[in-house]
């Protein structure tokens, strides 16, 4: 099955169960919203699959097109199609913005099929278009002196360049004013496609005005303890959470 699929995975920190059994499936071509109280496990979810060792994984497993990549290291997982935007991006100083892509790209790509200059030069060209943004971007160091919008629209150009089979992106709203939010799903939205699958990561619902979701899942104590379509993105953003904890509870 051509899916990022999380079977009941139980995770730990320091001994401390946070994740208690997720189940949840995004089939490549989808784009799905995982919601949540703060404090539910979002984060910890994106981080056990982006391959962070703070974490253990007690049970479960977590597949890309039907291959476990529990045991990968986190530069293979990436190889295998999966790309993770982090809530706090690394600058990397010293290299600047296009030879960090060409870097990124060519650590995805076997020996010997290393990207050509006119194909790098055509797919940043069209990712920077997508994201309204200048070409200059390409020159500065990768995220040194960024503002919030500007790192964020960087995790997504990455995103745009590297074209990976499916992408976590967490909490990307947090921080980014509306002009930015609309650039950043304008990128996701441009990214769409039969052979790209989204798990998109949010608190609220703003940012699901803009990527609209085929499927929404709702995280609470390191469980999916409700999935729906968008609708229920909307149903949240009005209601809160109480009443699923209390549905939950009951
Ligand atoms: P969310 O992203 O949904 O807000 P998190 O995954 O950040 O939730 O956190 C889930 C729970 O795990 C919280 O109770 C948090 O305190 C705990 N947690 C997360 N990371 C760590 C860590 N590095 N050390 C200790 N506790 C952690
Ligand atoms: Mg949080
Ligand atoms: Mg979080």
Redesign the pocket.
Known sequence: MNALEIRNLHAS??G?P?LRGVNLIVPRGEVHALM????????????VIAGDP??EVTEGDVLVDGESILELEPDERARKGLYLAFQYPVEVPGVSMANFLRLALNARRAEGDEVGVMEFYNKVQRAVKELNWDENILERYLNEGFSGGEKKRSEVLQMLVLEPKYALL??TDSGLDVDALKVVSQGVNAARGPEFGALV?T?YQRLLNYIVPDKVHV?YK?QIIREGPKELAVELDQRGYDWIREEVAA
Do not use: A, F, V
Request: a negative charge; proline letters at 4%; charged letters at 20%.
């Open positions: 920190i320091g401390e946070i949540g109280p703060n404090g539910s496990g979002k984060s910890t979810l994106s981080k703070t974490y967490d909490e990561i608190h995280m390191g």
